[in-house]
C-alpha cells in the first residue's frame, strides 16, 4: 500500500475499533478502563496498522456478531456462542484439522452447541487464511456432460474446482461430503478429507412411510457457515467457520424442495399417491409438509437437535423483547426471517422490521471470488 492510503487505512480501522471498544464497554462492566484501552489501541495501530484484540474482546465480538446477523431466525441464543481463539493458526493442515475438531464440539454427539473458531485474521501486510467450501460440510454436486447433477446442483461449482485441484471424488451418491478446500497464508489452496468422525449424517424417514431404505436420503448435522468474513472493530477474520443448529424448513422447505437443488417435492408427491397432474390439487404443498414432518422426525429419533419453524418464530419474537428492553432494536430481514413454508402461521410474518446493517458482523467479501478463481 502506498503511504497515503496506509494512513488513510489506519484512520479508518482507528475509527472502526473506537466504535467497537466503545460498544464492549458500556456493555460489559467487567471490561476495564475504556480511555486506556482507547490509547493503546491507537498506539499500536500507529506502530504496526493494526490490532489485537483481547480474548473477551473477540468473544463480545463473534457473539454480537450473531446478534447483528439480520437474516437470522435463531439469535434468542447469542449470548451462548462459544467462541475458539486460534488466531495463531495460518497454515492449511492445521486449519483443516481444527475443523474438525470444530465440528466434534459443536456436533456433542447430537446436542448441537452453537461454535465459532476464529483463525488469523488479515492484517495490512497480507491476507489471513480462507476456506472456499461455503459450509464445513456439504455434499458435493457432480455435473455430468448432459449438464444434470448427481447430489447438490448448489456446489457444482466447488465440486469442479477440487475435482480440478486433484479430488478423485467420492462414490457418487446424492450425498458424498466434499472435502475441504483451504488456503493457508501465502500458500495456494490445498484439498483435506473431512474425517468421517467428524461428521454426523442424520438418515430421513417419514414417520409412516419408510422411504430411507429406497432413496437413501440424508442430511448432515451441523450447519457450519464458512465462508463469511467476521468483522469486529475493522479488523477482518476472514476464515472463522460459525455454527448454530438448523431449523427444520432449511433442510425439509429449501435443500431438499427447491427445484435447483434437491427438487423432491415431485418424487415425495408420487410415494404420496398425490396428483400431480395439476398445482390446484396443492400436490406441492402437501408433499412440503410431508417432507417437513419426515425431516423432523428423523432428526428427534437420531436425537439431533433441530428447531423447528413454529417454536424458533416464537422465540425470535421473545428475543425482540429481551433486546428492546436491554434499549437495543432489532434488525432484521423480513424476507430471511419469515420461514419458506407455512409463513403467515407464524407470528414473525405479521410485522416489519428495521434492518440497518450493524458491526460486529459476518460480511461476505465479493471481490474474493475473482482471487479465487485464478487458482481454478
Ligand atoms: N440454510 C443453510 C443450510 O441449509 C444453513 C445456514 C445456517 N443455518 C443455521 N441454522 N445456523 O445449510
Known amino acids: 500500500?502506498?503511504?497515503?492510503?496506509?494512513?488513510?487505512?489506519?484512520?479508518?480501522?482507528?475509527?472502526?475499533?473506537e466504535e467497537f471498544l466503545r460498544l464492549y464497554h458500556g456493555e460489559e462492566p467487567t471490561a476495564g478502563d475504556l480511555d486506556s484501552r482507547l490509547t493503546a489501541v491507537r498506539a499500536e495501530i500507529g506502530d504496526t496498522g493494526t490490532y489485537h484484540h483481547t480474548s473477551a474482546e473477540l468473544a463480545f465480538g463473534a457473539r454480537v456478531a450473531w446478534r447483528n446477523s439480520n437474516r437470522c431466525i435463531g439469535r434468542l441464543y447469542w449470548r451462548s456462542l462459544q467462541v475458539r481463539d486460534l488466531r495463531h493458526v495460518t497454515e492449511a493442515e492445521e486449519i483443516a484439522e481444527e475443523c474438525a475438531t470444530h465440528l466434534r464440539i459443536a456436533t456433542n454427539g447430537g446436542r448441537i452447541r452453537p461454535l465459532i473458531s476464529v483463525f488469523a485474521p488479515d492484517t495490512p501486510e497480507r491476507r489471513g487464511p480462507r476456506i472456499w467450501n461455503e459450509q464445513l460440510i456439504r455434499y458435493a454436486g457432480y455435473r455430468a456432460a448432459d449438464g444434470t447433477v448427481t447430489g447438490d446442483p448448489r456446489t457444482a461449482d466447488v465440486t469442479a474446482l477440487a475435482t480440478r485441484l486433484g479430488w478423485p471424488g467420492g462414490p457418487h451418491t446424492a450425498f458424498d461430503v466434499l472435502p475441504l478446500v483451504v488456503e493457508g497464508v501465502g500458500?495456494?489452496?490445498?484439498?483435506?478429507?473431512?474425517?468421517?468422525?467428524?461428521?454426523?449424517?442424520?438418515?430421513?424417514?417419514?414417520?409412516?412411510?419408510?422411504?430411507?431404505?429406497?432413496?437413501?436420503?440424508?442430511?448432515?448435522?451441523?450447519?457450519?457457515?464458512?465462508?463469511?468474513?467476521?468483522?469486529?472493530?475493522?479488523?477482518?477474520?476472514?476464515?472463522?467457520?460459525?455454527?448454530?443448529?438448523?431449523?427444520?424448513?432449511e433442510i425439509g422447505a429449501r435443500n431438499l424442495a427447491d427445484v435447483d437443488r434437491?427438487?423432491?417435492?415431485?418424487?415425495?408427491?408420487?410415494?404420496?399417491?398425490i396428483d400431480t397432474g395439476s398445482v390446484?390439487?396443492?400436490?406441492?404443498?402437501?408433499?412440503?409438509?410431508?417432507?417437513?414432518?419426515?425431516?423432523?422426525?428423523?432428526?428427534?429419533?437420531?436425537?439431533?437437535?433441530?428447531?423447528?419453524?413454529?417454536?424458533?418464530a416464537e422465540r425470535f419474537?421473545?428475543?425482540?423483547?429481551?433486546?428492546?428492553?436491554?434499549?437495543?432494536?432489532?434488525?432484521?430481514?423480513?424476507?430471511?426471517?419469515?420461514?419458506?413454508?407455512?409463513?403467515?402461521?407464524?407470528?414473525?410474518?405479521?410485522?416489519?422490521?428495521?434492518?440497518?446493517?450493524?458491526?460486529?458482523?459476518?460480511?461476505?467479501?465479493p471481490r474474493e471470488a475473482a482471487d479465487g478463481a485464478s487458482y481454478a
Not at 497515503?4 to 484512520?11: G, V
Not at 448432515?220 to 427444520?248: K, Q, R, T
Not at 434437491?262 to 410415494?271: C, E, G, I, K, N
Not at 423480513?334 to 440497518?356: K, L, N, Q
Open 317 to 365: 419474537l421473545q428475543h425482540l423483547d429481551r433486546e428492546r428492553r436491554k434499549g437495543r432494536e432489532v434488525q432484521a430481514d423480513w424476507a430471511w426471517i419469515v420461514p419458506p413454508m407455512s409463513g403467515a402461521t407464524t407470528p414473525v410474518f405479521h410485522r416489519t422490521y428495521e434492518d440497518r446493517v450493524l458491526r460486529p458482523g459476518f460480511v461476505r467479501h
Open 187 to 249: 500458500d495456494k489452496p490445498r484439498l483435506f478429507e473431512l474425517p468421517s468422525d467428524a461428521v454426523l449424517h442424520v438418515p430421513l424417514d417419514h414417520p409412516e412411510r419408510p422411504w430411507s431404505s429406497q432413496w437413501g436420503l440424508r442430511w448432515h448435522a451441523v450447519p457450519a457457515v464458512s465462508d463469511m468474513c467476521l468483522e469486529i472493530g475493522g479488523v477482518c477474520y476472514g476464515a472463522a467457520p460459525f455454527n448454530g443448529w438448523y431449523m427444520g424448513t
Open 1 to 17: 500500500m502506498a503511504g497515503r492510503a496506509k494512513l488513510r487505512a489506519a484512520r479508518e480501522l482507528g475509527r472502526e475499533a
Open 262 to 273: 434437491y427438487d423432491l417435492l415431485p418424487r415425495v408427491a408420487d410415494s404420496l399417491g
Open 280 to 312: 390446484r390439487s396443492l400436490w406441492k404443498d402437501r408433499a412440503l409438509v410431508e417432507l417437513n414432518r419426515a425431516v423432523l422426525h428423523s432428526f428427534d429419533r437420531a436425537g439431533v437437535t433441530l428447531a423447528d419453524h413454529h417454536t424458533e
